[in-house]
């Protein structure tokens, strides 16, 4: 009798012990953006011809697509997923931060799907002002988003470590080409790699 009291007041203890460690502790995971893309454009060569002005890229458009398995045939009475298109407009002076493709921006999340559950384009307009030329489309396809992560405990928290991120950029007017797989994995406590767009 005096054992299973001694056993179940030194378990009780225990519990008190580690819920007190914990409840004092604060749980920031700063986890929100471990999936995260982000995009920059190359204003670097802006008067070449690889490079961005930066009133071609203060407003960009990314359009969304559910991801479809190939494979996969669908009844023909299947309801279409629409797509999503967010519009992204930048003054002059924040052209050069990245955009961030997210779960939850710029689009909303579809419940528990991730990045890697769809396929996007993003469109930029070119001006040519002061010329005949007429404006420009440049367009890029993102796919084939491979995502990878666990979560990381300490007894206290448990916060989402992504362990691999990568994608296939796509010039969409070049639809011969296979696009490029980009490994933009950051290393473990690096700043977030950023995918460069040149036109």
């Excluded at 407003?59 to 519009?87: E, F, I, S």
């Excluded at 528990?112 to 993003?122: E, F, S, V």
Aim: net charge neutral; hydrophobic share 40%.
């Amino acid at each position: 009798m005096r054992r299973k009291l001694f056993t179940w007041l030194l378990g009780l203890f225990v519990a008190i012990a580690v819920s007190a460690c914990c409840g004092s502790v604060s749980c920031e995971c700063n986890d929100t953006f471990e999936d995260a893309i982000y995009f920059q454009f190359n204003l670097a060569d802006s008067q070449g011809t690889n490079g961005f002005r930066p009133a071609d890229v203060d407003t960009v458009v990314l359009v969304r697509y559910p991801y479809v398995d190939p494979l996969v045939q669908l009844p023909p009475n299947a309801p279409k997923v629409p797509n999503d298109t967010a519009r992204i407009i930048r003054s002059l002076d924040l052209v050069t931060e990245p955009i961030i493709l997210n779960t939850a921006a710029p689009f909303t999340a579809g419940g528990a799907r991730k990045l890697d559950a769809y396929k996007y384009q993003l469109y930029v307009v070119r001006h040519f002002p002061g010329t005949a030329t007429p404006p420009e489309t440049v367009f890029f396809s993102l796919d084939s988003i491979m995502l990878a992560g666990r979560f990381v405990g300490d007894g206290c928290c448990t916060c989402y470590q992504n362990e691999g991120k990568k994608l296939r950029v796509t010039k969409a007017e070049k639809p011969g080409t296979s696009g490029t797989i980009l490994d933009i994995t950051p290393a473990e406590g690096d700043e977030p790699k950023t995918v460069v767009l040149s036109r």
